[in-house]
């Protein structure tokens, strides 16, 4: 069998959905723990060689806790909720009350939180809060990694640091009111052309 | 590599019309041409192109690693003070590439030399993609083509795998471009059905018309929430447009992520040759505040005396300045011992601090340089398209030209 080069399908051609696999190179796996609460970080913060400190938790919880409002999922009914998230794991949304129309006011309940080492990427420490899944596990709020537990230490991809979609406001999709448009395409990097104007964004 | 006349596709323009193609000619000159296409062997693809290439991109972001952390480079390439959080931040978070085009002088011979990368707003997709595939599987079936040629090309398929790797399943994702300029339109519609494929909610709006909530998050032209943007547009321009204080509280994901900014910066071609001097597939390149008065004479900036002086002959032979930012040629100058300069009329970035780049002269084929681009998906080659010029600064207007391997 002739190895090819060449695809076997373009967008001109459907046939059909690709089989997707999802892999992580090694390169991109940061020691990654997760807590379900503020004091088991500081309890462990404080056994030997560890990449966090107590200071760490403590700022990383708060980060986790303000992303968690700003990015988790919100939905327009319990029902909704429970069942991407199990039966009990949901509540009412906190920030509700504040935003006008609502309509999505639940969400998933809070369920700690996952601290990631990027010093080997010239950096400090991330975090992501966590949520249940409909299967009884954890999973960031981007929700394409998930996690049999919300106490363990290991290795995960640096994606799973990815911040995900906001929510606040509004979901993704969901219709808003819009109160200035023509914030991007002024192109301030390029001046007019002694030949013309200039035709691409792109290149 | 060679270059080998073919009969053209009887009818091609018809289905390029039928298809949406509809910028195979431009300003009256073909943009699409099938009357010759380059030939390469197995060997050359994937020894001198394909592994290189992925290995290029992977020393970008060794590059972007360092100067993330790093405001001496930040600054040389010019990013704005109060984003550079906000870039740092999507790096960290090992934000996903999508895609991007490297442009390769390349002969057939010598080791492929990286002229710059496209990593942010790379276009000519469709043609690449699409069009050139189309071409292949007709002229293999009207036997102009052999049963044993190939071509490099799974870039679609590769582009769906990366979109399904980098999204939630039946994620939303807008893409937005200039409606009004086809090619740019092209690309994005190109991704779109990639994205599509891959099991997503793609849908466009056009740059200008995107706006600012009440909530500060970003809305398409019907109002509705982004909540992750793929923008044909640059980031260099992004960081610094109306809405750009409100990048990072808009909470929106970026494709391509905002670390880009780093790699399409031109900047980034003197940090490669600082991080791999003589890398066989670099060229020496400075910044040409940094080596000016060497160039007429004097001496260069002590922090680059080492280097400049490894490269002052191959410098010497002929040399190229161009603008950190900068696309489709503009602001670009060629110059050679006795020959006069040879610039390109658009000068709309020449502001911008320039780099020198050491000369790799393109290939002449019939009169025309070929320059060949390669295609990343991710983080892997997965193809390419060429672009020949009478010029040897390729622009807008070049033109796309096909390829098969054969042997």
Redesign the interface.
């Known amino acids: 069998m ?1 190895l ?9 051609i ?1 046939a059909g ?2 089989t ?4 992580a ?1 090694k390169d ?1 796996q ?1 020691d990654a723990q997760s807590f379900p609460d503020l004091e088991s970080c500081i309890a462990a913060s404080k056994q030997n060689e560890l990449w966090f400190t107590e200071d760490d938790c403590r700022k990383n919880f708060d980060a986790a806790k303000q992303e968690f409002m ?2 988790a999922p919100r939905y327009a009914s319990k029902e909704l909720c429970e069942q991407e998230h199990g039966v009990g794991n949901c509540g009412g949304d906190p920030a509700a009350q504040q ?2 129309g609502g309509g999505f006011s639940f969400m998933p309940l809070f369920m700690g939180y996952m601290l990631g080492s ?1 010093m080997s ?4 420490i ?1 975090s992501q809060p966590m949520v249940r899944t409909a299967d009884g596990k954890y999973a960031t709020p ?3 990694q998930s996690f049999a537990t919300n106490r363990g230490a290991g290795k995960v ?10 929510t ?29 104007g ?6 | 590599m060679e270059k080998r006349h073919l009969p053209e596709r009887p009818g091609w323009r018809d289905e390029a019309r039928k298809l949406g193609f509809t910028f195979a000619d431009m300003g009256g000159e073909p943009y699409w041409d099938e009357t010759s296409a380059y030939r390469f062997t197995l060997h050359e693809i994937e020894n001198d192109l394909e592994a290189p290439a992925t290995e290029l991109d992977a020393l970008c972001r060794e590059a972007v690693s360092q100067a993330i952390a790093d405001d001496y480079w930040l600054e040389r390439m010019a990013i704005p003070p109060e984003q550079r959080d906000f870039i740092a931040d999507s790096w960290r978070r090992g934000e996903p590439a999508l895609y991007g085009r490297m442009d390769l002088a390349y002969d057939g011979t010598g080791p492929a030399k990286l002229l710059e990368y496209n990593a942010d707003t790379p276009t000519s997709l469709y043609e690449s993609a699409s069009f050139q595939w189309l071409w292949f599987e007709q002229q293999q079936q009207a036997g102009v083509l052999g049963p044993d040629s190939d071509q490099f090309n799974s870039i679609h398929e590769s582009l769906v795998e990366r979109f399904a790797e980098i999204n939630t399943p039946a994620e939303d994702v807008h893409f937005a471009a200039d409606p009004d300029n086809p090619e740019d339109y092209a690309t994005v519609e190109t991704l779109a059905w990639a994205a599509r494929e891959a099991g997503l909610g793609a849908h466009f709006t056009a740059l200008s018309a995107i706006g600012l909530s009440e909530d500060g998050q970003f809305a398409d032209a019907e109002s509705r929430v982004i909540g992750t943007l793929f923008k044909l547009y640059p980031w260099e321009d992004m960081l610094r447009d109306e809405f750009a204080p409100h990048l990072q509280s808009s909470g929106t994901r970026f494709i391509e992520p905002p670390w880009k900014a780093l790699v399409s910066n031109k900047a980034i071609l003197p940090l490669l040759w600082q991080i791999a001097p003589g890398h066989p597939n670099l060229l020496p390149a400075f910044f040409l505040e940094d080596v000016a008065d060497a160039l007429t004479g004097g001496s260069p900036a002590p922090h680059v005396a080492q280097a400049f002086a490894a490269a002052e002959a191959q410098l010497r032979a002929g040399h190229v300045t161009k603008p950190i930012f900068s696309r489709e040629g503009a602001g670009v100058s060629l110059i050679q011992p006795g020959k006069p300069p040879v610039t390109t009329p658009d000068d709309s970035y020449s502001h911008h601090p320039m780099i020198v780049q050491a000369l790799a002269p393109l290939p002449d084929f019939d009169g025309f340089h070929p320059v060949v681009g390669a295609w990343i998906i991710g983080e892997t080659c997965t193809g390419i398209g060429l672009r020949e010029d009478r010029s040897r600064i390729t622009h807008n207007l070049s033109r796309f030209k096909p390829h098969f391997i054969e042997g």
């Open positions: 002739i090819r080069k060449r695809g076997r399908r373009a967008a001109l459907l959905t690709a997707l696999t999802l892999t190179c991109d940061v700003e990015t935003q006008s990027m990427r010239g950096g400090g991330f981007k929700g394409d991809p640096a994606q799973s640091f990815q911040r995900a979609p906001t606040l406001g509004k979901p993704p999709m969901s219709a808003t009111q819009v109160n200035q448009r023509g914030g991007f395409g002024a192109s301030a990097t390029s001046r007019p052309s002694s030949s013309g200039r035709s691409s964004f792109g290149g």
